[in-house]
């Protein structure tokens, strides 16, 4: 079991940046890839980034590359999202996940989910 608690959301300008964090319980977070999701409303929960268990990959959706960053700390059992250069378009709540299977870009491959972190972005 796993269990996601997001963080650091909130409302920022257009251009500015934000540092989500996403804390995890449990013993397999460690080697477990971890997602972040987005969904804004009346629209479906779409892809952002992902990172392998280790670190040492990383996705992102084409939407958020080169603005954004995925990482992890393992000792920490937390997953980041740093966004920078933020646009009215990032407005949404962010979901950071758990996966179990391929593809990371599919919330299909996630077992795991947090309750979400709101990110605003005015413009």
């Known amino acids: 079991q796993v269990q996601l608690v997001e963080s650091g959301g909130g409302l920022v300008q257009a251009g500015g940046s934000l540092r989500l964090s996403c804390a995890a319980s449990?013993?397999?977070?460690?080697?477990?890839?971890v997602g972040w999701f987005r969904q804004a409303p009346v629209k479906e929960r779409e892809f952002v980034a992902a990172?392998?268990?280790?670190?040492?990959?990383?996705y992102y959706a084409d939407s958020v590359k080169g603005r954004f960053t995925i990482s992890r700390d393992n000792a920490k059992n937390t997953v980041y999202l740093q966004m920078n250069s933020l646009k009215p378009e990032d407005t949404a709540v962010y979901y950071c996940?758990?996966?179990?299977?391929?593809?990371?870009?599919?919330?299909?491959?996630?077992?795991?989910w947090g309750q979400g972190t709101q990110v605003t972005v005015s413009s």
């Open positions: 990172i392998n268990w280790s670190g040492g990959s990383t």
């Open positions: 449990g013993r397999t977070f460690s080697s477990a890839d």
């Open positions: 996940a758990a996966a179990s299977r391929a593809p990371l870009y599919s919330a299909y491959a996630y077992d795991y």
